[in-house]
């Protein structure tokens, strides 16, 4: 059973610093949702406030339509994997799994049936007399989520459970966790700051802020049409040229910029005067002078090759550079340092965007 | 509202306006971490933990010292007179440390023995400073694994010998027919013995002794913690031995220095066992004097504010100590 | 290079010099418990004998003494370690502005002198059963409870507890300090009560140190005298009787006393350390078998998770 979790108008307030400011969101039953932001945007406050061990200072949290307010987190219908995981060092495996299920008076025969059948799914059969400290990284971290799954919860929450891991397992648990999902078929709300993890799990994301959910959106559309400048420049690479709109219609917008006058998609309908950014992804460069689209020019600072592409780093407006991914067989010569590039974009791919908080590098 | 009755409810009064406080706050400012003392604890622990919290701070600590003090402030009286109208404050037990309530004169033997203690309990703690000090930094920094273990193996095992048996112990090697004098008039150092516990040396030794350890544990867990490279550091930078002391070690083991010295201090001020076996019978001691008031004497008023004045030179000690060191007491005591 | 090893010779010597003024006294008591002169020499060591252990075993009052001071070891032990483990965890939840002057209040008998200690429990304790004016005269203890509770031994178990939980608090504070609170919040999580957070969770995390300091506050009392002296009344326990008997002269009995209490402390010391080593090693073999399993997991690909319906 899946249940969706509604939070309205969520405010959480420590002293005077605002941690989640008037959040608004409806996550679906049975999807996969994933919070992503930078460390101290107020996403573990969101999880934490889910699970109950933090009441909101104004607002609603709603699980499966149902108010939770008054509700403490050992009564919610949610389970939360911890960031470090948080079993229990003095137990063995099976008593780790089926804690939830002792604390709800379930006698030893269910409770050892049970764990066996979980130990089963995460592929430690037989493993379950073991105690926790005998156990690698990934295999702590199947026990964490069998642990959180034998109570049968409605919502799993996770806060950053990959994040101790090293990298092959990392990527390896990410398709796991998303197998488990589809399995078990119950919501999952997943805190993370990378964004990696973010867009090949989740169903959708919500990106967010200081405390602010900035846009809520499927992986792609979060890449493609970010809402602010904050998403463009968080979620992956993105080149931003600040300046002011000179000329603006329905679909199109010109910026005024160091580089001079600059074109892209004007989804936020910004008008001729509003201060903006254009934001250009590097592998939407394409180098050389395009007949269609805009083309500028700058001296190339750096190259770096990397396998299978090579980064090219202009020399930017400010101190910032302009980057640009080359493809390993897209022709032509890569231009070295010192030489002065000329590049274009197709106007589809430059995106105006009015001027806001900019992630921090 | 006799006095008594006065003292016994102000701890209640303190806890009141405490919680009336911690209400307001409640009500006025949103924490949401919040969660209730009964809600964190349920009805049964919650009940167990506060009856085991009161009786302790209230029943044991507050309310005992507090009544010692209201008695010092009364006159001595027979039982049946106690609580009646003879029994007003008065200074007059404070006084007779300083004028004596016998001859009016100036009270030279008690004011002597206050002072005496004090000097000499300072004097011991430095002493076991200076003596514990080289073995802690030893064991700390510069042993091996193995050599610590063993050390503090025999750290441990005498530190639970009684006081009574090491002041015993002391007695024995410093006696008149004890080894030391055995052994100095065999060497034709003296012909007679040497009075080591009439002239106090005894009593001296026996204090150090007794409280040789108090010292060392604390001093040990400081520098302990002190990282190996800052003092490999300094070496390499040239410090001599004695400057890395003074500069790296002494600095950063302030804390456990504090509490070493406040526990010795008060342990060596507060000890009955050195001066009564290992003292000479002109010893004096105030503590001693404050276990004759109540064995001897049964002048109780009296003792209980010769205690007060013991107690209160214990905190003075502590006081200057922490100030001295700029240690914060939490972190003096661990 | 010279001068450190000078140096290090010194404080060899030093550390040398260091236990001999520690054990020195100890072991020449010691010798004299098994010498045969009456008055307890070393030298010149005239026969070996054990007549001053069975002396000590027929002394009657140094038996009740003992017998009175286990009781009271074992009552401050059931006392104050739950005493102390109730502050600590009250430590942590106390209305925050009253934190300061909680610790002040818990950690004050540890600076106040045993006799100060044994003096105010006895005045404060001898009026509340006795006195008619106790606590405005309404709340006085009832007459029977003097009979039953105003005794040496429950008073020195009071007395001896003021300041034994304060130990027990800081043995028990250091380690919950230590405690992770995403344990709590993970059983809570799974559905425990709070209450069973407390058995199942932190009870079991606190045990070594509740297990200290139970062992520190029973030998912090067997060793007490100078609160327990005034706390006892007219009752007796070993050390006070060892302290009276010191006082009226010196017997090899003593020593003998002494020799006994060693060997227990030694026992104790070894007993302790085999447990730690043995700790030690099953802990080090633990860390062995995860890396194993990292290695495993790492180098033989992945697991292949069994299909389960869930």
Known sequence: ?361 | MSSRAFVILLPFLVIAAFWVMARYEARTVHDPTHKSYWERNGMVLGIMFIVLVALWTLFLVTLPYLYMVVESFHPRLPPTKRFGPEDYLTLEQYKSLFVSPVDKEWNTTHLYAFFYTIVVSSAVTFLNLCICYPLAYFMAQAGTVQQVRLLMLGLIVPYWVNEILRAFSIRLLLAAKGLINQGLMGAGLTDAPIDFLGNNTGMWVGLSYANLLIMMFPLYNAIESLDKNQIEAARDLGAPWWKIHRDVVIPYAKPGIASGCTMVFMLAAGSLAAPLFLGGPNTLWFTAIVYDFFFQAFNWPRGSAYAFLLLAACITFVMVMLRLFKVKLGEAIR | MTSGFALRVMLGFYVFLFFIYLFGPLVVMGVTAFNTPSYPQTIPFEGFTLDWFVKLYNHRQMREGLWNSIIIGIGVVALSVPIGLAASIIMNQIYHRARGLFYLVTVSPLLTPGVVIGISTVIFWKDAFESTDFFLTYAYLPAFTKALFYKGIVLSILGQSSFVAAYCLLIIMARLTRFDRAQEEAALDLGASYPQVFWHVLLPFLRPALLSAGVIAFLSSFENYNTTTFAILADKTLVTVLAGEVRQGTTPALSALAVIIIGFSLLGAIVYEVLKRREERIASEMKERARLAERGETSAGLFQPAVVAA
């Open chain 1, 1 to 361: 059973m899946s249940a969706g979790v509604d939070l309205d108008g969520v405010t959480v307030r420590f002293g005077n610093f605002t941690a989640v400011n008037n959040a608004n969101l409806a996550i679906r039953g049975g999807e996969f949702f994933s919070f992503l932001g930078p460390s101290g945007c107020g996403k573990t406050t969101i999880l934490r406030t889910v699970s109950g061990f933090l009441d909101p200072s104004a607002g609603k949290v709603k699980i499966g339509g149902q108010d939770m307010a008054g509700i403490g987190p050992n009564k919610r219908p949610t389970a939360l994997i911890f960031q470090n995981l948080a079993l229990f060092p003095l137990m063995t495996v099976s008593e780790n799994i089926a804690y939830g299920l002792r604390v709800r008076g379930m006698d030893k025969a269910t409770r050892r049936k049970k764990a066996e059948e979980l130990l089963d799914l995460i592929a430690l059969s037989g493993q379950g007399d073991k105690l926790v400290s005998e156990l690698s990284g990934g295999q702590k971290q199947r026990v964490a989520i069998a642990r959180a799954l034998a109570v049968e919860p409605q919502v799993l929450l996770l806060d950053e459970p990959l994040s101790a891991l090293d990298l092959k397992l990392r990527q390896h648990m990410r398709n796991e966790l998303r197998s488990i999902q589809q399995r078990v078929g119950i919501t999952f709300i997943y805190i993370t700051h990378d964004q990696g993890e973010a867009l090949t799990m989740s169903d959708r994301i919500a990106v967010m802020s200081d405390g602010v959910i900035e846009q809520v959106a499927d992986g792609k559309t979060v890449y493609d049409e970010p809402e602010t400048a904050f998403v463009a420049s968080f979620v992956g690479e993105n080149n931003p040229f600040p300046g002011k709109v000179s000329k603006a219609s329905k679909d199109e917008a010109v910026v005024d910029t160091a580089f001079g006058k600059l074109k892209g998609r004007n989804p936020r309908g910004l008008k001729a005067g509003d201060k903006a950014i254009l934001f250009v992804r590097p592998e939407s460069f394409k180098l050389g002078k395009g007949g269609e689209g805009t083309t500028l020019e700058s001296p190339v600072k750096n190259v770096a090759f990397e396998g299978n592409m090579t980064h090219v780093f202009l020399k930017g407006a400010a101190k910032k550079d302009i980057t640009l991914t080359v493809g390993r067989h897209v022709g032509g010569k890569v231009p070295e340092q010192g030489e002065k590039a000329t590049v274009h974009y197709a106007d589809g791919l430059g995106l105006v965007l009015p001027e806001g908080k900019m992630a921090r590098e």
